[in-house]
């Protein structure tokens, strides 16, 4: 059983609801730190994300429960980026008072994302706030970590998965429309933990998570590198009813995409994940952050932003 | 020189922006995840703290350089409350249009605090948002963490510096008056780092921050140890002009609790750090997590509720 030993106060009898819901899920709550141990020769990775109503989501998008998912799943998928075993999540939540009745599936949304990624809630902080906004730190452990700064020219460039749903669901959304058969992968995205790791220990090099949209990341990964990747279009798998160059800029995918110096072994991938592992182009000598699709570079690749609003 | 090779777009060169400003003080930004290693037998501590526009501070009573610092430098004090060495922090804004051109003068009070704790910032997220937030997740290191769990009937009760200006300040502010003499202490709190340290090289078991105020937190820790902790008012130290009754509740103060098995050499603390370190009391048997002033049981210790808007 979690041991929760904290003090009085209306504050403190939020979080014990909180940890008591979590129950095993939540782990060494109630002291100022989490402490965690490492293992011998494990680098920890730290990473923070937030989701804002408003700025990433819509609450009349989704339930309490998917919000809170989608949260922590999203925050998750920077440790798959570079291949880390998560060792626990941190979770600041901004609460406006009508959220407070709502807290309790939020908090089941948090705990299938940890679940899921077969971690824990170390720790957390709660404030009153005009919004709602879900803060999590993911905090994780590798031996050799992906970067973004190791692709190379010449290397096989893969992404995970078929893409194009998000940017579809929020399309439709946009214009006031049910997210329909998009909606899914939209409220749903899955961190690709275990797929990067199975990557990374079979020649992957480099990485990088879609979160701004395929064309985007793929220049932030080039840009990193100092190279350019040239993709094919034909080659982007696409949820059906998605055109490629409309999936080239769906955010919030959370697909990986890799850079491999050998060609990587896509049956084995897709047999082992039930999910596909395509190879879209590859790394070539260019200006650093430059994207080509079909031979014609990208001037802006657009994607998220998440300071416009 | 930190490396920054991030992608295009606004919030990209938002960050770049930040980043250049930070100069030194930022290490490792422009991946996924912030990579670092840890000393062999080191354990590692994660916390997170929230500075909300309008709950926890509001923006006329402080310049944007000084929300910047007192927000890390809060949460740096959950690591002083461990007697953890920082290993560095993630800041995560949430960031009004209006709050934009100010951001210079906010990440140069990030980065004030920061360079008096003798670390850095190792990455960070920025949202567009209805008011301002500053997320800060704190890393440290410490081989034995201290812990609010550890103190036993017989301990003695120790806390720094001298209480009393932050509540007073308070006071003075939602009155609509200046904060005077008080200021100073309130806008420039000091997370213990070193003090902590220090005092769990000499035998301190168990330790808090003072965030909630004095009798609050000792409360928690009370709770946490599953004792009580008996406290004489008169032994307390007051800044002028503040009864004890009242910095027995000022929070925000930053000092620290600590409880030992054998006294404390107060003088050498005192040489040592320009500061005062004084008794002001006794762990004891009782009911976990009371707390007694001059004898008498303290109902609810009070403090900040920053649920409560």
Redesign the interface.
Known sequence: VTHV???????FD?IRGLVARWGERARGI?????????G?GD????????A?E???FRADWMSPREIGYRAVAAAL???A??A?RPA?V???L??P?AWRERMADLADGIADAVTAADTVV??????????L?I?T????TAFS?L???AARAGDCVYVTGVLGAPGAALRRASLGEAMGEYRARFVHPVPRLLESRWLAERGAAAA??VS?GLA??V??LA??S?VAVAIERARIRCVPGVLADDALISGEEYELVVAARSPLDTDAFERRFELPLTQIGNVIDGP??AVLIDGQRVA??G?H?????
């Open positions: 030993a904290l003090g009085s106060g209306e504050e939020f109630g002291d100022d730190a989490a402490i965690l141990s490492l011998r680098r920890l990775l730290a990473s923070v994300d937030a804002v408003g700025t990433h998928s920077d440790l980026a570079m880390a626990g941190l979770i600041a901004g609460l008072p170390r720790g957390g902080n709660v404030s009153a706030a005009s919004e906004s803060t730190t993911v905090l994780g970590p970067t973004r700064d990088i998570d701004d985007a990341d220049g932030h840009a990193a100092g650093a952050g802006n690749a994607g932003d998440h300071l416009s609003r």
